[in-house]
């Protein structure tokens, strides 16, 4: 049995946000996850899904879904910025933890905003906001795991300070190998220009979690090109569904398997905004070509 626990996320159909008429419905995400496949969902935004705790397993429970993680936004570079962080981490980890969930996602602040392409701050952290970012990430993963019992997973993220191959690694060497660990997007490494076998090898240890996404380089090298913010580069069709971008799937989940313990690998192919068709038909591809790579479905 593969180790390897595939499952979706509210991003496969093109939710960003807590509330937005172009997003597909809740109940609709749900059932259509069902439909699709996939056994285990992410809570993606806080907000889009019921947060009552009680309600919402009551719902997972009529689908037979299952939660593996919660995702926050952490600015943590920015001074004064934890208690903002934190009263995240009180909302979002507790109800991922009354559903069953394992794991946080952390994603750093953004200096560029999706919806946008505004530059909110500069590009690159000086040397005293990297040691911001990484002692404030230090505290809150293991704040995370005291008080909720969760594994903290960081995920580098385009337009953020965490962004290309360099800089994950600059922040795994600065920061607690104990209390931070790596949500592994293969997506985002591959748009940066990273080499996600390389980071499996040569970090083992941080590889917590998995997203799963591939990028079409063509669009890539034209976003790149124009300098132009992850938001503009999703509405061009950066994030393709496998095998049609890059990293290849096969290698990567055989190197995830290598690990030789359990981790979830979440597909999350960025598609904000979509028509409310869309997602089903590519999220039944995507799951079906993850069965041919000899990954259960569930």
């Known amino acids: 049995m593969s180790r390897i626990t595939i499952g979706t996320a509210p991003d496969s159909w093109g939710v ?8 597909t419905p809740w109940t609709r995400f749900l059932d259509e996850v069902v439909e699709a496949g996939y056994a285990w969902i992410e809570l993606g935004p806080y907000g889009y899904l019921p947060t009552d705790a009680q309600r919402l397993s009551d719902e997972l429970a009529a ?19 934890y208690d903002e962080a934190w009263a ?5 980890a507790s109800l991922t ?16 905003s999706d919806t946008t ?38 995920h580098s993220h385009a337009d953020t300070h965490v962004d290309t191959q360099d800089e994950i690694e600059r922040f795994l060497a600065m920061t607690d190998p104990d209390a ?12 940066s220009g990273g080499d996600n076998l390389e980071i499996i090898r040569r970090y083992p240890d941080r590889i917590a979690y998995a997203h799963l996404k591939q990028v079409d380089p063509q669009v890539v090298t034209k976003v790149k090109a124009e300098d132009l913010g992850f938001g ?8 393709v569904e496998p095998p049609q971008g890059v990293p290849a799937m096969p290698q990567v989940l055989e190197a995830l398997e290598g690990l030789g313990r359990d981790v979830f690998a979440i597909v999350e192919q960025d598609l904000y905004p979509v028509a409310p068709e869309v997602p089903l038909p590519i999220a039944r591809r995507t799951n079906s070509y993850l069965r041919s790579c000899r990954l259960p479905q569930a």
Do not use: N
Request: aromatic fraction near 8%.
């Open 16 to 23: 960003w946000f807590a509330d937005d008429p172009l997003q």
């Open 63 to 81: 689908r037979s879904l299952k939660v593996s993680a919660g995702t926050i936004f952490a600015a943590l570079h920015r001074p004064d910025h």
């Open 88 to 92: 995240q981490v009180e909302q979002v």
């Open 97 to 112: 933890r009354a559903v069953g969930g394992t794991h946080l996602v952390v994603i750093p602040g953004q200096w560029r």
């Open 117 to 154: 392409g505004e530059a909110l701050e500069p590009r690159t952290l000086d040397d005293e906001g990297w040691r911001r970012l990484a002692s404030g990430m230090d505290r809150l993963g293991a704040a995370v795991a005291d008080e909720y019992g969760l594994q903290m997973a960081f």
């Open 180 to 191: 931070v660990k790596l949500c592994l997007d293969t997506g985002h490494v591959s748009y």
């Open 232 to 239: 503009d580069a999703v509405k061009l069709g950066a994030m």
